[in-house]
């Protein structure tokens, strides 16, 4: 039986998710799907906007059959760290066929050969990118400007790239195109044998705030649904499975949405001890640059919320996302030393079972087959695993219990922690919280 494999964040779940799952069957004829999961920090820098129980249980109402968690160290980290985290994790499963992903362009010999180029990084698009980034371009916009200059300075005959160079760079710069070259990077990096499966997005776009309707109907992305929620614009349930508006509704103003101006007070409180305590101790911290830290310290004074923060440092060389993710690193503690010791593993040490149904139970008896370490309860599962996987599940823990606290001070209510909290098994906890 074919088992076909997703990369997602489900943030929250919406339609063009569940096209993706159909999809993925059609295309693939697997008869089973995984999905990895980001737990309840974001990619994009910051915290999930609903829990990753409930967004587990949406999965698997909408046509997942295993639920697994992206631990924390790779959930919240810039595109080739997050791609990487994912593809070990499913290349540790043993069973995965196909790895299926949106993105706006499905040609897969033109994103193959963006992907060989980054992975290889051959001497003279070293030189290109070393130039983009002296001229002060952030590193995403850097390495995009990098590979079209590389590409049209080589002209590669057997690349048979016909985009315009605008073409090529909106392909570049469109965000599930960015993971999609990550993935196979990845991939083609740990020589795996899962095959690749590009399904062309059909709604508006990642980032876009517009909505459209089509044969196969209504869709908005993420953003724009987040936002029409924020915003009590009940239009939303329009752009989501009714499976899904019904266990948002229950958990409305309840113990969602979760925004990143939540973390407001913890973050502060975190710079302003770095600054006056510790300043030398940011150097210790993954992915964190002097010139953010600089800029940090400098405008420190201005801090009222991340949100405004986040502006005010924004710049030509310093993104938005990269600015997020630096503040939740520095919250969270996750130094340089400890991403070293992941990436230097091939086979990810453990595998967070977050949910699964009748046909994932059976994927999970074939799993555990392959010897690696598989968490479906915290208080008993922690024993088996090495001091790597101890690492990465306690990095994982901490930053969920901050986001619990996070939640709990917001709306003033009780809820289970980690050890207390336990699988959704058919769409239904195995906990008395709902």
Not at 325 to 345: N, Y
Request: hydrophobic share 40%; proline share 3%; net charge positive.
């Amino acid at each position: 039986m074919k088992t076909a494999a997703v990369i997602a964040e489900f943030n929250p779940f919406h339609n063009g998710h569940k096209y993706l799952l159909n999809q993925a069957k059609k295309i693939t004829d697997a008869r089973q799907i995984i999905v990895i999961m980001s737990g309840n920090y974001v990619q994009r820098g910051g915290p999930a906007f609903l829990d990753k129980f409930t967004r587990t249980k949406t999965a698997l109402l909408n046509g997942a059959d295993l639920v697994i968690e992206l631990p924390f160290c790779y959930s919240m980290a810039k595109a080739s760290v997050f791609a990487y985290g994912a593809i070990s994790i499913l290349n540790s499963l043993g069973c995965v066929d196909y790895l299926c992903f949106g993105c706006e362009t499905d040609t897969l010999p033109l994103l193959k050969t963006l992907a060989d180029i980054s992975l290889n990084e051959p001497p003279l698009y070293q030189r290109i990118l070393k130039k983009q980034l002296q001229s002060g371009q952030a590193f995403s916009h850097a390495k995009e400007l990098a590979l079209i200059e590389y590409i049209r300075s080589v002209q590669d005959a057997e690349w048979n790239i016909s985009l315009s160079e605008q073409e090529l760079s909106h392909c570049l710069r469109s965000p599930n195109n960015i993971l999609a070259i990550e993935y196979l990077a990845a991939l083609k990096k740990i020589k795996s044998s899962i095959c690749p499966v590009p399904v062309k997005r059909i709604d508006m776009g990642y980032h876009s705030m517009d909505t459209c309707e089509n044969e196969y109907g209504k869709f908005a992305g993420a953003t724009a649904i987040r936002e029409m929620i924020l915003n009590s614009d009940s239009t939303y349930c329009d752009y989501i499975p009714k499976n899904t508006h019904e266990i948002l509704s229950r958990g409305y103003q309840q113990f969602f949405p979760i925004v990143e101006n939540d973390f407001t007070g913890s973050i502060g409180y975190r710079l302003n001890e770095l600054y006056f305590n510790h300043r030398t101790e940011v150097k210790q911290y993954f992915d964190v640059s002097d010139a953010i830290m600089n800029r940090i310290f400098n405008q420190l004074d201005s801090f009222v919320d991340i949100s405004s923060f986040v502006n005010t440092l924004n710049s030509k060389s310093i993104t938005s996302a990269y600015i997020r993710r630096t503040l939740f690193q520095l919250l969270l503690q996750f130094k340089q030393q400890e991403a070293r010791q992941v990436e230097l593993e091939d086979k990810f040490p453990y595998i967070r079972v977050l949910g699964f149904n009748k046909k994932g139970a059976g994927l999970l008896k074939s799993i555990k087959k392959t010897g690696t370490p598989v968490i479906t309860k915290l208080s008993s599962s922690v024993s088996q695993l090495d001091k790597l996987g101890k690492h990465i599940l306690n990095l994982s823990m901490r930053a969920d219990a901050i986001y619990r606290m996070t939640a709990m001070e917001k709306y003033k209510r009780y809820i289970p922690n980690e050890y207390q909290m336990g699988l959704i098994i058919d769409d239904k906890m195995t906990t008395e919280f709902q």
